[in-house]
């Protein structure tokens, strides 16, 4: 009989943990940085990430690098969720097969995460995607749009990488989900500024165009937007927009933490918060899912442990020295919850 008392007893603390775990779900990001295959792609600069090339990049350092990252993205989240995310977007990832290595990883294979992903004309053949938890998001609809530069100095056309679009439902609630990587501050951050302007222009109407068409959805932008919180272009997107009046503004609540001097990468020993996480504001007020916390995903393990950087991201490697780390940032998470 005690037997059966226990063993009903562990019936209702699994499904009750299971129960109070779908009403809370972890939307994330994670830069891989230069998780490229070992193959040379003759449309694109990966020829650093071969075997031949400058970084030596085998297959065995492959397999390294996507052990280490499956690790940290089993773990974001749980601590609140006590499950891996339901959605991650990541970037620099150069291509479909290097996911599929990482969602076969044995720790990431029991949530059956699906891919979605374009090839973008990125010069060196990194792309944005997203993953997700078939059993927790429904899909419905993706499509990627693409950032058209040029180059002040030569007026050269630029490439760089895609916008994602990913439309589905989380439970019965209809959301859609961006996935971004602007243009990098090479060259300085002023210099640079109007490449990032450019891709919040672009951001910003789409967002306008969703909301236009399902008004009271939901909307999440996730990326590495190689911009602060406080900067001009990640203001177009949480200011309303004098050329769309109908533009509603996103809240960002990563502002705060960075405000309060908390970053996901670092560089001269300063703090940067580029990764980030903005949603609309019905996240805040609505019955349905509501935003219960913002964070940086920063454990000990993914600080270097020594020397000039110790405290910085642990780096997989740098200028071609491995270090069998992980990434140069630290991945951003947010928790929604419904009560």
């Known amino acids: 009989m005690n037997s059966f008392k226990n063993l009903l007893f562990l019936f209702f603390v699994f499904f009750g943990i299971q129960a109070s775990a779908q009403k809370t779900v972890t939307i994330a990001f994670y830069n891989l940085e230069n998780l490229f295959d070992t193959e040379n792609d003759p449309n694109t600069f990966d020829d650093d990430y071969t075997p031949k090339g400058r970084h030596h990049w085998t297959s065995t350092l492959l397999t390294q690098k996507i052990d280490n990252l499956a690790k940290v993205i089993v773990e974001i989240g749980k601590k609140e969720t006590r499950q891996a995310p339901s ?26 995460y699906k891919i979605i992903h374009f090839d973008s004309p990125d010069a060196r053949g990194i792309d944005v995607s997203l993953l997700y938890r078939p059993a927790l998001f429904t899909l419905e609809a993706a499509k990627k749009y693409t950032l058209k530069l040029v180059d002040p100095s030569t007026q050269n056309k630029r490439t760089t990488r895609d916008q994602l679009l990913v439309s589905g439902f989380i439970g019965s609630e209809e959301v859609a989900v961006f996935v971004n990587h602007w243009p990098s501050r090479r060259g300085g951050q002023k210099r640079s500024e109007a490449g990032r302007i450019k891709a919040a222009t672009l951001q910003q109407r789409i967002v306008d165009s969703v909301q236009r068409v399902c008004p009271d959805g939901k909307i999440i932008i996730v990326g590495d937007f190689n911009d602060n919180p406080t900067n001009k272009s990640l203001k177009l997107l949480t200011k309303k927009s004098d050329y769309r009046p109908l533009f509603q503004p996103l809240f960002n609540p990563m502002e705060k933490l960075f405000k309060n001097g908390i970053g996901s990468l670092a560089y001269r020993d300063r703090w940067f918060l580029f990764d980030q996480i903005l949603i609309s504001k019905n996240f805040k007020t609505d019955k349905g899912l509501r935003i219960v916390k913002a964070a940086v995903f920063n454990p000990p393990y993914l600080k270097n442990p020594e020397g000039k950087y110790k405290g910085y991201p ?26």
Do not use: C, T
């Open 87 to 112: 959605i991650l977007g990541v970037a620099e990832v150069e291509n479909r097969v290097v996911l599929e290595k990482l969602i076969a990883h044995p720790l990431l294979k029991p949530f059956q």
């Open 314 to 339: 642990f780096r997989n490697q740098i200028k071609g020295n491995q270090l069998f780390g992980y990434s140069d940032h630290f991945p951003v998470y947010i928790i929604l919850a419904k009560k």
